[in-house]
């Protein structure tokens, strides 16, 4: 039975044909206590994933599938809002399909048949880069939230302060006063909830080209 929530713990969906091998791999699987939802193709689970974007887990699919083929499946999952990391486990492979693979960030490249623990520890490093990618979707936009209660003007004094400009030298750079600019920068500090400078610095490196982008737009 599929799981309908989004918050559920996370999953190992397989993607293969076989359905003698999703059945072996779904009792290995769940016999690390893991929740498992297999599929018989990749339209199969795009559908599933089309339902619960949201659910966090990994993807184990296989090289060779009709219709879309593993590759096909992964570039379609890397361009979803919350991308699942990928495992290949496949007897169709070949070198240059495996390094495509792992250019598009799969974990691992597995081939049939395969090592239950090599398996079992590419699921772990799967699930933990999921986790860790998760954790700094959410802080980003946890940041950008923050971005956005900035108005034009304040925008406008932020990127000056990372830059490194003294309050006066902000205030001669946009034709206003030092003390407006000083209450400004207060009221940045509070709304990006930072302390100093350097804090600053490092939130809007995380935000990329998003300052850069929305000073430019605004």
Same mark, same amino acid.
């Given at each position: 039975?599929?799981?309908?929530?989004?918050?559920?713990?996370?999953?190992?969906?397989?993607?293969?044909?076989?359905?003698?091998?999703?059945? +072996?791999?779904?009792?290995?699987?769940?016999?690390?206590?893991?929740?498992?939802?297999?599929?018989?193709?990749?339209?199969?689970?795009?559908?599933?994933?089309?339902?619960?974007?949201?659910?966090?887990?990994?993807?184990?699919?296989?090289?060779?599938?009709?219709?879309?083929?593993?590759?096909?499946?992964?570039?379609?999952?890397?361009?979803?809002?919350?991308?699942?990391?990928?495992?290949?486990?496949?007897?169709?492979?070949?070198?240059?399909?495996?390094?495509? +693979?792992?250019?598009?960030?799969?974990?691992?490249?597995?081939?049939?048949?395969?090592?239950?623990?090599?398996?079992?520890?590419?699921?772990?490093?799967?699930?933990?880069?999921? +986790?860790?990618?998760?954790?700094?979707?959410?802080?980003?936009?946890?940041?950008?939230?923050?971005?956005?209660?900035?108005?034009?003007?304040?925008?406008?004094?932020?990127?000056?302060?990372?830059?490194?400009?003294?309050?006066?030298?902000?205030?001669?750079?946009?034709?206003?006063?030092?003390?407006?600019?000083?209450?400004?920068?207060?009221?940045?500090?509070?709304?990006?909830?930072?302390?100093?400078?350097?804090?600053?610095?490092?939130?809007?490196?995380?935000?990329?080209?998003?300052?850069?982008?929305?000073?430019?737009?605004?």
């Amino acid at each position: 039975m599929k799981s309908d929530s989004k918050n559920s713990k996370p999953a190992v969906y397989l993607v293969d044909d076989d359905p003698s091998l999703l059945k +072996a791999l779904s009792r290995l699987l769940r016999s690390a206590e893991w929740q498992v939802e297999p599929f018989g193709s990749a339209e199969e689970f795009l559908l599933y994933r089309s339902r619960f974007p949201d659910a966090p887990g990994c993807a184990i699919l296989d090289f060779k599938l009709p219709g879309l083929n593993g590759l096909e499946l992964q570039e379609s999952l890397r361009q979803q809002k919350e991308p699942l990391p990928v495992i290949f486990l496949t007897g169709h492979g070949d070198i240059p399909s495996s390094v495509r +693979a792992m250019k598009l960030d799969a974990v691992d490249f597995l081939t049939k048949p395969v090592c239950a623990d090599d398996l079992l520890a590419a699921v772990q490093r799967a699930f933990a880069a999921d +986790a860790e990618a998760r954790e700094a979707r959410h802080r980003k936009q946890e940041l950008l939230a923050r971005y956005e209660k900035l108005t034009p003007r304040e925008r406008e004094v932020l990127v000056l302060i990372v830059r490194g400009l003294l309050n006066k030298q902000i205030a001669f750079e946009l034709g206003t006063v030092e003390r407006t600019i000083k209450a400004h920068r207060a009221h940045i500090f509070a709304k990006m909830q930072v302390q100093s400078v350097a804090e600053l610095v490092r939130i809007t490196e995380q935000l990329g080209d998003t300052v850069t982008r929305k000073k430019q737009t605004d």
